[in-house]
């Protein structure tokens, strides 16, 4: 990241980049969707999180897997490459980065919002609490078609709850934000991140954002890369449902089987990223042949 690039970050809790990845990638990355929301995963491995089955949920939700790198080596090739994690560790300050999370969100025309929230307060099972997000546009983006939003400045406002729930198709997307601005009292200054297929943007894990329905014709694709510090550690006592499975008795380490380091200002990544992408190794915790 620039210097400017990196104080744009820090003032507005957001920094935009037209140009992120190549078309070859946005081509490979879209093609992956069709099978992985009908449950093909080329590992065998489930995603940690799978919000939406063809067949099975209504077709106006918008469609999520959450750490679909694990199921599928296209994404992994993109959310844990070294790009991703050098350009969040840079606007996090941190010494490296590691993924905690990602997510393969697909926003089919006419499907409904996902509501304004915070990150942080997602990732309260980690020490320090504390995401950068890349958030990787695969379809050209627009207000009309259910972009991403953020409020500008809003990461200083303090940190809010929220329920897991009220992510999906909220009947008022806006609530949370107009809630957490009166507690502030601060104005909201929404930003719709409006780039060409294969732009993306990073934000601070406290910027307030969500995305509304899209009234476009076209369907909307994301891939998003949610890191934390390659330091970081398991919470002692903060509890996630899902992701505290991976916590081993004994110890706070975050595994990097599952939570790779994937950028390092030593020049270290996780050793099983590159056997795995490259199909050595059959799954993220497999042995290379
Ligand atoms: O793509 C969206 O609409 C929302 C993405 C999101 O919540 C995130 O990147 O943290």
Redesign the pocket.
Known sequence: MTPEQISDFQRDGFVIVPDFLTSGMVNDLRSRFEPLFRGEFDTGLYPDEWNWREGRDEQSL?RQICNGWKCDRTVASIVLSKPVGQACAELGAWPGARIAQD?V?W?PAGARS?GF?Q?DSYIQWVDPPSYV?C?MALDDTSAAG???EYARGSHKWDLTDMQPEYFHAPDDYQATIREAAEASGSNVDLVSVEVPAGGCAF?HGRTW???GPNEGSVQRR?I?A?CISSEARFHPNNVNYIYSRYKTAGSLNMDETFFPVTWSDKGYRSPMIESFINGTATFPGADPD
């Open positions: 918008t997510n969100i926003k996902l929230h990150d997000t958030w259910g972009t991403v934000h954002h969500g995305s994301a998003v949610h």
